[in-house]
């Protein structure tokens, strides 16, 4: 391995270092609500570490085709304590400053999705379904009309019928009919004592 070789195998190394530190103060920062005794949090560590290595892995090879020495480890380390020491207050301000903005962003894309999409669209909905309810009332009020008009005829046939009845006949209709009322009554009496049961 030539000279040249180990000088951007090093120099990779330390920038993988500071690329690991920064991944873990961006992940620490945007997964700082999770539950650290749950099995997610497994998976998520699990992940973190497998694409810390990868990458670092893909950095070698690209450097020195992947030939690990004892000086990588501790370019590594060196890269790492010296984002800790010098760029760590640095980074977390601009990965605030960038969260708060994409969330800025985020709220504001949010409230025109809602005024411009939604908000129609519920307004639309409500409008159709009120329209639809006036003409149901209408509708059920102009069939309750005809009806009564139509009947009213038949209902004048009826009373003229009734007064035309023998006084005996009534009496026996008027009997069958507090019959049928009493039933009814007994009906009603059973299906509620059904229903408390």
Not at 146 to 151: P, Q, W
Not at 173 to 195: D, E, H, P
């Amino acid at each position: 391995m030539t000279l040249t070789t180990q000088f951007i195998t090093i120099l990779s190394m330390i920038g993988g270092g500071m690329f690991v530190g920064a991944s873990l103060d961006t992940f620490e920062r945007l997964f700082y609500k999770r539950n650290k005794k749950s099995w997610l949090e497994i998976i998520y560590q699990l992940g973190f570490w497998l694409f810390q290595a990868a990458f670092l892995f893909y950095i070698l090879y690209l450097a020195n085709y992947g030939e690990l020495r004892v000086y990588v480890f501790i370019a590594l380390v060196c890269g790492f304590s010296a984002y800790r020491a010098m760029l760590q207050p640095i980074y977390l301000n601009i990965l605030e400053f960038l969260i708060k903005f994409c969330m800025a962003i985020y709220r504001i894309v949010k409230k025109t999705f809602y005024y411009f999409v939604v908000w129609p669209v519920k307004s639309i909905i409500f409008l159709i379904f009120s329209l639809l309810l006036v003409v149901y009332k209408i509708l059920l009020k102009g069939i309750i009309i005809i009806f009564l008009v139509a009947f009213y005829p038949i209902k004048l046939v009826l009373r003229l019928i009734w007064r035309l009845l023998p006084k005996s006949m009534k009496k026996h209709l008027r009997q069958i009919a507090g019959f049928l009322g009493k039933m009814k009554n007994t009906l009603s009496t059973w299906v509620k004592k059904l229903y408390k049961k």
